[in-house]
């Protein structure tokens, strides 16, 4: 099967481009009018001191529309977060509309394979869930997507990332907690690349971390910005304002709060180190009004997303974005139509980095091993359609149609063996068989052939990858690495 990745999408444009120029233009006006809270000392200096107007009272940076152009500017326009197969073969260049998709984070709990429960997500699930990216071939990197409940808070940071790059070679992007763990898993990466410069050149992790909407950047996570950015570490600065609580009802307006939230954070991480890895994000969602919880596999949420990579597209800035995810308790009809639909608009939008795809339930709550199965034959599907068609001499086939003439078949041509693979997207557990085969083979439907694929490759031994040299220098130097993340 071939994998298909960083192909360009963007044929879907939910916003015109009269529309972008007026999100961007009243995005200036919030900048310069309305401003952001920031609530870290060093962040408020760090916007005073590159020209911003800055309300010691009450915290509030006012910028203009030209500092926020500047420096908006500094950031590059393509960030290339790589794996660590040879060849380069899990790399990922984001930037312009090449297309990726993969899992996301955090989830607090997980179903095991077989069941409808939900259980508390523990360190064990890191690793299981690495092993399960590994073999998936259409989910392009692992975003870290469960929680450890069982370790304390601040041993979470360097376990979750120890666990995942132990288990796959794609490129690890998590969440992160503290600064100190942001140091240890800079710390345990430069081991792995052999220097701070080889890190740099081939940065096989990630971090995110957050705005918090409506128009302030918090103590914690600026901390984090900044503490990511001074080290050369490529950074998400997403924003996740909810219609109707956090951001306007109407997803115009969402979309401003977005827009100035997440261009906060990449001026932040600019302002601290020019030319540091900055990814525009958008995690916008919209509100049940009847008990005001967060719905994640809402129509509204796909082109919100697919809007915000208009935007980033816009500043010329690399994009992390949200869909595939679903409101539904198991792995049902709901589950995938709803993580089908997000998925294709945002992916056919071109979002860079499109994280969430594969594998949640239950408002992004829960983590499910067969649901990381089916999207992975989603997400092949999703990027046969942002593929789109090859018109040329070869594919219209002219001479060949001309050769079978009426009436004639195409089966048993060269030219039919020769394109069937690349052409075709074959689902690898989707059911295409006739009925009665299907009732042989067990009558299965695709969640219990989904529990058949996840029991087989967790049933093999564990592959690692971290050398048994670095392992030993992990337990010696970074506090609180647990022998589950690195046996």
């Known amino acids: 099967m071939t994998t298909r990745k960083g192909l360009s999408g963007g044929r879907y444009k939910p916003l015109d481009e ?252 600019q302002i601290t180190n020019p030319g540091t890895p900055t990814i525009y994000g958008c995690i916008s969602s919209i509100t049940d009004l009847r008990d005001m919880k967060y719905l994640s596999g809402a129509v509204e949420m796909g082109l919100m997303n697919a809007a915000a990579a208009q935007m980033a597209q816009f500043y010329q800035l690399p994009v992390y974005l949200t869909a595939g995810m679903s409101d539904s308790k198991v792995n049902d009809a709901q589950a995938g139509y709803e993580s089908a639909m997000t998925n294709v608009m945002v992916a056919l939008a071109g979002g860079n980095w499109i994280h969430d795809a594969a594998g949640f339930l239950e408002f992004c709550m829960t983590a499910s091993y067969e649901k990381l199965v089916i999207d992975n034959d989603i997400i092949g599907m999703v990027m046969r359609a942002v593929q789109g068609i090859e018109v040329t001499e070869e594919t219209l086939a002219f001479d060949l149609i001309k050769q079978v003439g009426p009436a004639g078949h195409f089966v048993s041509e060269r030219h039919t063996r020769r394109h069937a693979r690349s052409e075709l997207y074959v689902p690898q557990h989707s059911d295409r068989n006739h009925r009665t085969k299907w009732a042989e083979a067990g009558a299965k439907d695709a969640w219990e052939r989904a529990t058949e694929k996840v029991r087989q490759i967790l049933g093999e031994p564990p592959r690692t990858f971290i050398p048994a040299e670095i392992k030993e220098r992990l337990r010696k130097e970074v506090r609180g690495i647990s022998p589950i993340a690195v046996p």
Not at 168 to 184: A, C, I, L, S
């Open 18 to 269: 009269k529309d972008v120029s007026r999100i961007h233009e009243t995005s200036l006006r919030v900048f310069a009018e309305v401003g952001v809270q920031v609530n870290y000392r060093e962040a408020l200096k760090a916007f005073k001191s590159a020209g911003a107007q800055v309300d010691e009272e009450t915290r509030v940076v006012k910028v203009p529309p030209d500092m926020v152009e500047e420096w908006v500017g500094k950031a590059p326009s393509t960030v290339r977060l790589c794996g660590r197969a040879e060849g380069g073969q899990w790399d990922c260049e984001l930037g312009g509309t090449r297309v990726y998709l993969g899992t996301g984070g955090t989830a607090l709990n997980v179903q095991d394979p077989g069941t409808k429960e939900a259980r508390p997500s523990t360190l064990a699930d890191i690793v299981n869930m690495a092993r399960m990216v590994e073999h998936l071939d259409n989910i392009h990197f692992y975003m870290l997507n469960v929680y450890p409940n069982d370790l304390p808070e601040h041993d979470v940071d360097v376990n979750r990332f120890a666990a995942a790059l132990n288990h796959t070679q794609k490129h690890v992007m998590g969440g992160v907690y503290t600064v100190e763990g942001v140091r240890n898993i800079i710390h345990m990466a430069r081991l792995m690349a052999g220097s701070e410069e080889n890190l740099r050149q081939r940065s096989f992790i990630s971090m995110v971390t957050c705005s918090i909407s409506p128009l302030k950047l918090d103590e914690h996570y600026a901390e984090l910005t900044m503490e990511a950015a001074r080290n050369h570490i490529p950074v998400v600065v997403p924003s996740e304002p909810l219609c109707g609580a956090t951001a306007p009802m109407t997803l115009a307006g969402n979309l401003v709060i977005q827009n100035v939230d997440s261009l906060a954070g990449v001026m932040l991480a």
